[in-house]
């Protein structure tokens, strides 16, 4: 049996000012909007992951985030952008402030020891964001291009003081996550 997994770290308590910015773009059309109440910033998404696996993947875990160097911090959450480029649009995400370093010490020290396990590497640049919405077609897209280019919400700041192992489940409704393993920082 496999579980769909992914390390994060949660934006708990900044829920509401994540559905304030969401609501800038409650006109665009196309959008898929990340609920709120799930909203996390991923260090590594592992995906299908066998069971058996995951008592090693939490003892590489802890060892990849023991030795990251990084004690509790602040998290300061704003701005916007897309991936891939502002003229194709599939994802629309809030960034960090500050914070940044210490999240991509975090990604850095999880990839080396997940991809030595096996698990697929990034294939892209780490950029810390946790992911506001994703678009389905390209109806709203002006409307998104306009928000990115003239905005700059801030989201909070939150005390990041573990990393999660977290379950995805897809659903009709979306995905639902479940946390798996926590570790302290």
Not at 6 to 28: H, R
Not at 116 to 136: C, K, Q, V, Y
Request: net charge negative; aromatic share 8%.
């Amino acid at each position: 049996m496999c579980k769909r997994l992914f390390v994060s770290v949660d934006l708990d308590g900044l829920n509401e000012a994540f559905a304030d910015v969401q609501d800038l773009f409650a006109d665009a059309s196309g959008l898929s909007f990340t609920d709120p109440e799930q909203a996390h910033l991923t260090l590594k998404f592992l995906g299908d992951t066998d069971e058996d696996r995951i008592p090693n993947l939490v003892d590489e875990l802890e060892t990849a985030i023991d030795g990251a160097g990084v004690d509790p911090f602040e998290a300061e959450f704003g701005g916007l952008g897309v991936f891939p480029s502002l003229d194709y649009i599939s994802v629309v995400w809030v960034g960090t402030r500050e914070g940044g370093d210490e999240l991509a010490a975090l990604h850095e020290a999880i990839e080396d020891r997940t991809t030595a396990m096996g698990f697929d590497p990034e294939d892209h640049e780490f950029t810390p964001h946790a992911t506001l919405a994703r678009m389905e077609h390209a109806g709203g897209k002006e409307l998104v291009q306009d928000r990115v280019r003239t905005d700059d919400p801030d989201v909070g700041t939150l005390d990041v003081t573990e990393v999660r192992l977290k379950e995805s489940v897809l659903g009709p409704d979306g995905p639902t996550y479940s946390t798996v393993e926590r570790f302290p920082l």
